[in-house]
């Protein structure tokens, strides 16, 4: 029955698009309202006080006119004239009924109203005008001495008797408009915290899914790999097998590094990751990120260059660190010009240790650079950046706040040509580091 009375056959409840709670709550209250104004019209009338009967028709009239105008879908008009008219109906009650009688304490109750009945977040300018309104009405009584008393129709003898009704009136609206606040608030918070934990959940259920999907891919693509690298290497394979076959090759690689680089960057979008820094030799980490990218080097026939730190260990951890500086080399290699030039340094500080990578390409637009190492931030679609190594930024960004590090990009001071991008490390200590262990 209620679920009809509701949203069914019978349909009594406003159907808005949205604002649903505002809607609803004005909705209950127009009618509320036409009840207490009617009553209080009637009596009026009847102990002869036309005119502060008038101000209850006024409310009654502005009450039926939002019930009527909810029901036709024209839901802020209906709210507007509501609040008019309650403002409106305060203001000549308070102006002909005894101040003793403590009429006025409505516009105590119609201050916190907009922020129920209207949206702060579509109606802003509405809901700060209407609830500086009363404030006005109240400014402009004591402001008049209540119109000096020359429009009271019930004197003060009997507005006295009146005086603890409005009082309790008053309290007891407040006190349900405070509860609906509180109530209101912990809807909010309780859905929040749902919408948190299914995202989470969701989080946790893609990360789960990508490796899943990451080591299935594995096992094939290295089965690929391995077979194409065989047929190149076959003695008797003629040139077209051994160029489609590094074809295969090179196709294969690129699916498995942009694989480990999605699984990656899910990780740790999910917050699943956490570094373990220790004390790690840069060169060392740096020679690695080179060994794994010998063949794009070899390939775009571009120079190397590294100076080396010799002697300083930074705190940072292993793998992370590799990577890293993997992903700062790799974009150096595809943004460097066909057969340019790499420059790696390591620049030893009092405390911090810059891995420096730079290379002769176009340097980054300076509008972009702060996006850079932010995989959810679009970045100049005219700036030679590719999907893969937008992912890479994003992971090297990561790994470097993991570590406790920096990351940035910059024009190097000492090659205003080149395109730098940089991590600082702090230094563990001046340990010297034996060449076996370098």
Known sequence: MFERFDNGTLRFYPQPARNRRQVRAAFNIAISIAIIAFIEMLTLFVAGAYMTAIGSLLVLIGAVAGVFLHRRGRHLSARLILLSMLNLGALLGSLTIHPDSNYWYHFYL????????????????????????????????????????????????????????????????????????????????????????????????????????????????????????????????????????????????????????????????????????????????????????????????????????EGIRVLADPAMLTEALFHLIDRAISNATQGGQIRIELISGDKIMRLSVSDNGPNIPVRERENLFRFDEPLDTSFNLGADSRIGMAIAGAYAKAMNGRIGVGTGKRHADSCELWIDLPIAGQVRISPAAA
């Open 110 to 309: 119609y201050v916190g109203l907009p922020f129920l009945v209207l949206s702060w977040r579509d109606n802003r300018a509405l809901v700060l005008a209407f609830a500086i309104l009363p404030i006005i009405c109240w400014l402009i009584l004591q402001a008049t001495n209540f119109g000096n008393l020359a429009y009271v129709e019930v004197g003060q003898d009997q507005a006295v008797a009146y005086r603890y009704v409005y009082a309790a009136y008053t309290v007891i609206f407040v006190l349900l408009d405070f509860t609906l606040y509180n109530w209101i608030a912990q809807r909010y918070d309780l859905a929040l915290r749902k919408a948190l934990r299914a995202e989470k959940k969701a989080g946790r259920s893609k990360t789960a899914f990508l490796s899943s999907m990451s080591h299935e891919i594995r096992t094939p693509l290295n089965a690929v790999i391995g077979a194409s690298e065989l047929l190149q290497n076959h003695p008797d394979a003629p040139p077209e097998i051994r160029r489609t076959a590094e074809a295969i090759c090179s196709a294969g690689l690129d699916i498995l590094a942009q694989t480990e680089r999605t699984t990656a960057l899910t990780r740790l979008l999910s917050g699943s990751v956490q570094a373990v820094p220790q004390e790690v030799n840069p060169n060392y980490h740096v020679g690695q990120a080179i060994e794994r990218l010998q063949d794009d080097i070899a390939l775009k026939e571009i120079k190397v260059k590294i100076i080396k730190a």
